[in-house]
């Protein structure tokens, strides 16, 4: 989740409808700017007894953090504490628990965003030989308790967690225990934001199949592949899901401002700290007749902040985020905007990837969703066939895709590179979270402790 830095005092009052769409007209760019935005979270343990550290242990998050301005990295600060990173590469943020994300920076092609991704692990990795610390790519932590995990002190998260039980049963597994990876992408236009958007949020299940990698809770098989992509199914129903609304005829912009303005409120941010405003409406902040804030609007800011606070499949702002897929090692991390990228970068591919899932009724979207975190590319398709099948085909448009591109690295190769480690997969039929299970009832004896060699 993005990290909020103080606002000028100029930003201004929402005064009309304008400024609400704004946002998102203003991410449109021509395809030559169109840029790669990749975000990857770890789990972070103690390599002497695999515990999560806290914040302020000696060693702990907070050292960790401060130990990386070694490589250029400059502190962000709430309440005095340190809570992200600034950098060449983007920011370094933490989630809930302390999981350590790196959102990076826009990049013009997939060779410069692996070789981002390959920076920042041996930063980090560095980091923890000296602090005794190790980072797990997985899409949940294996075996801890909720109880078992530290709090990192930022006002944002514990307005959130306070506000997850009250919606959802599964609200605070999100924050605490679950790592995912992210890919932020561009569009020209309404129209190309929603074709692609509608690609995006229908292929999503696809995602979640290939990159399944959390199979375990609390040192147990957990029944799903994908068990971070079912804690999504109970977490908040006003702010996440498959939106059935972007497949109608007439989506766009201020269809999307109508979606945000009825999901409820977390917070505002004001003179450095997050006032509590879970449940309520915007809509009343814009009317100055918020609860939290009587007789005050909202800024453009504060618009901003509420875009960034709902958590469907697929979310917008000034540029389009697929939100599908577990946490995992370097080589998914590359793979997952490899496959979009491929997908909705160039337009005979992103007609292609339409052309698969146009006629999927709403219901069976939903029934695709609710299948991946469970079989994986087992899930049947509507009208038979299975995830494999459709995997096969999606990848070949992203080939497809990659190879109109046409970027090459110093040494003459493309980015159709970077989906190797998904063929596998595909061929197989075997996604990430079953080999996981393979070793757990094999070689493992069911010891999860054995889950934390596959470190970075």
């Given at each position: 989740?993005?990290?909020?830095?103080?606002?000028?005092?100029?930003?201004?009052?929402?005064?009309?409808?304008?400024?609400?769409?704004?946002?998102?007209?203003?991410?449109?760019?021509?395809?030559?700017?169109?840029?790669?935005?990749?975000?990857?979270?770890?789990?972070?343990?103690?390599?002497?007894?695999?515990?999560?550290?806290?914040?302020?242990?000696?060693?702990?998050?907070?050292?960790?953090?401060?130990?990386?301005?070694?490589?250029?990295?400059?502190?962000?600060?709430?309440?005095?504490?340190?809570?992200?990173?600034?950098?060449?590469d983007g920011a370094v943020s933490l989630e809930p628990a302390g999981q350590l994300e790196l959102s990076g920076a826009p990049l013009e092609n997939l060779h410069q965003t692996c070789a981002e991704t390959g920076?920042?692990?041996?930063?980090?990795?560095?980091?923890?030989?000296?602090?005794?610390?190790?980072?797990?790519?997985?899409?949940?932590?294996?075996?801890?308790?909720?109880?078992?995990?530290?709090?990192?002190?930022?006002?944002?998260?514990?307005?959130?967690?306070?506000?997850?039980?009250?919606?959802?049963?599964?609200?605070?597994?999100?924050?605490?225990?679950?790592?995912?990876?992210?890919?932020?992408l561009d569009y020209s236009s309404e129209a190309d934001m929603a074709q692609k958007f509608r690609v995006g949020l229908a292929l999503q299940p696809l995602a979640t199949a290939l990159f399944a990698n959390s199979?375990?809770?609390?040192?147990?098989?957990?029944?799903?592949?994908?068990?971070?992509?079912?804690?999504?199914?109970?977490?908040?129903?006003?702010?996440?899901?498959?939106?059935?609304?972007?497949?109608?005829?007439?989506?766009?912009?201020?269809?999307?401002?109508?979606?945000?303005?009825?999901?409820?409120?977390?917070?505002?941010?004001?003179?450095?700290?997050?006032?509590?405003?879970?449940?309520?409406?915007?809509?009343?902040?814009?009317?100055?007749?918020?609860?939290?804030?009587?007789?005050?609007?909202?800024?453009?800011?504060?618009?901003?902040?509420?875009?960034?606070?709902?958590?469907?499949?697929?979310?917008?702002?000034?540029?389009?985020?697929?939100?599908?897929?577990?946490?995992?090692?370097?080589?998914?991390?590359?793979?997952?905007?490899?496959?979009?990228?491929?997908?909705?970068?160039?337009?005979?591919?992103?007609?292609?990837?339409?052309?698969?899932?146009?006629?999927?009724?709403?219901?069976?979207?939903?029934?695709?969703?609710?299948?991946?975190?469970?079989?994986?590319?087992?899930?049947?398709?509507?009208?038979?066939?299975?995830?494999?099948?459709?995997?096969?085909?999606?990848?070949?448009?992203?080939?497809?895709?990659?190879?109109?591109?046409?970027?090459?690295?110093?040494?003459?190769?493309?980015?159709?590179?970077?989906?190797?480690?998904?063929?596998?997969?595909?061929?197989?039929?075997?996604?990430?979270?079953?080999?996981?299970?393979?070793?757990?009832?094999?070689?493992?004896?069911?010891?999860?402790?054995?889950?934390?060699?596959?470190?970075?």
């Amino acid at each position: 989740m993005s990290t909020r830095e103080a606002s000028g005092a100029n930003d201004p009052i929402i005064e009309s409808r304008d400024q609400l769409v704004a946002p998102m007209i203003g991410g449109e760019k021509p395809k030559s700017d169109w840029r790669i935005g990749t975000e990857h979270e770890k789990l972070v343990y103690k390599n002497e007894d695999f515990r999560a550290p806290s914040y302020d242990e000696p060693c702990g998050i907070r050292d960790m953090l401060m130990n990386l301005r070694e490589f250029g990295w400059e502190p962000v600060e709430e309440n005095g504490n340190v809570i992200a990173l600034k950098g060449a590469d983007g920011a370094v943020s933490l989630e809930p628990a302390g999981q350590l994300e790196l959102s990076g920076a826009p990049l013009e092609n997939l060779h410069q965003t692996c070789a981002e991704t390959g920076r920042h692990l041996e930063q980090v990795k560095a980091i923890g030989e000296c602090c005794g610390i190790g980072f797990l790519g997985l899409g949940m932590w294996p075996d801890k308790t909720r109880e078992e995990l530290p709090v990192m002190p930022k006002g944002r998260y514990e307005i959130m967690m306070q506000h997850m039980p009250k919606v959802g049963s599964l609200g605070l597994d999100m924050m605490l225990r679950t790592c995912t990876i992210q890919v932020n992408l561009d569009y020209s236009s309404e129209a190309d934001m929603a074709q692609k958007f509608r690609v995006g949020l229908a292929l999503q299940p696809l995602a979640t199949a290939l990159f399944a990698n959390s199979p375990f809770t609390e040192g147990k098989p957990n029944g799903y592949l994908s068990y971070r992509s079912h804690i999504w199914s109970d977490t908040d129903p006003q702010r996440t899901g498959m939106l059935p609304f972007v497949f109608e005829d007439g989506f766009g912009y201020e269809r999307w401002a109508d979606y945000m303005l009825d999901v409820p409120m977390y917070f505002v941010f004001r003179e450095g700290r997050y006032i509590d405003a879970a449940g309520q409406s915007f809509r009343d902040f814009l009317d100055g007749k918020l609860p939290a804030l009587p007789g005050e609007r909202p800024t453009e800011s504060d618009w901003w902040d509420h875009l960034s606070t709902a958590f469907p499949e697929v979310r917008l702002k000034s540029f389009l985020e697929m939100r599908g897929a577990d946490g995992g090692p370097w080589s998914r991390i590359c793979a997952l905007p490899a496959l979009w990228v491929g997908l909705l970068y160039d337009q005979g591919a992103l007609d292609a990837a339409w052309d698969l899932v146009k006629d999927w009724s709403m219901e069976e979207r939903e029934q695709l969703r609710n299948d991946a975190p469970r079989l994986g590319l087992d899930a049947p398709l509507p009208g038979g066939g299975t995830m494999q099948d459709l995997g096969r085909d999606v990848l070949a448009i992203a080939r497809q895709g990659l190879n109109a591109r046409g970027a090459l690295n110093s040494s003459g190769d493309n980015e159709t590179g970077f989906l190797e480690t998904l063929d596998e997969i595909v061929a197989s039929g075997k996604v990430p979270a079953r080999r996981l299970l393979d070793l757990y009832h094999g070689e493992w004896n069911g010891d999860i402790t054995r889950a934390y060699e596959h470190s970075f």
